[in-house]
Nanobody, 123 residues
Framework: MFSWQASGGGLVQPGGSLRLSCAISGFGSVAYGIGWFRQAPGKAREGVSH????????LYANSVKDRFTISVDNAKNTVHLQINSLKPEDTAVYYCAVGWPSIPLIESEYDYWGKGTLVTVSS
């Protein structure tokens, strides 16, 4: 019932851009929060961006602010993450998750997780 796959990952050179997407289904017209997370090899998963479908409010981790932009197309139940000026340290598997977080960008605050997409930044 709650299943989605992040898409849009790939191999990109430093300084390049990607747009990641998640087509989320199963929640009907209920408002929820969507978080983008990433997990680099050997590191813990970290939250990078959040958006509320109810009012469009967004939040970014300091490490990605000014380079990442989250948006949601409510008509298509799709959330996007535009990533610009990619750096090698952005290499990770990126996931989108749904929840009603009291504290956005905290992994445990999200209830439903999709499969990730791999982003590799390398020359």
């Amino acid at each position: 019932m709650f299943s989605w796959q992040a898409s849009g990952g790939g191999l990109v050179q430093p300084g390049g851009s990607l747009r990641l997407s998640c087509a989320i289904s199963g929640f009907g017209s209920v408002a929820y929060g969507i978080g983008w997370f990433r997990q680099a090899p050997g590191k813990a998963r970290e939250g990078v961006s959040h958006i509320s479908t109810s009012d469009g409010r967004t939040l970014y981790a300091n490490s990605v602010k000014d380079r990442f932009t989250i948006s949601v197309d409510n008509a298509k139940n799709t959330v996007h993450l535009q990533i610009n000026s990619l750096k090698p340290e952005d290499t990770a598997v990126y996931y989108c998750a749904v929840g009603w977080p009291s504290i956005p960008l905290i992994e445990s605050e999200y209830d439903y997780w999709g499969k990730g997409t791999l982003v590799t930044v390398s020359s």
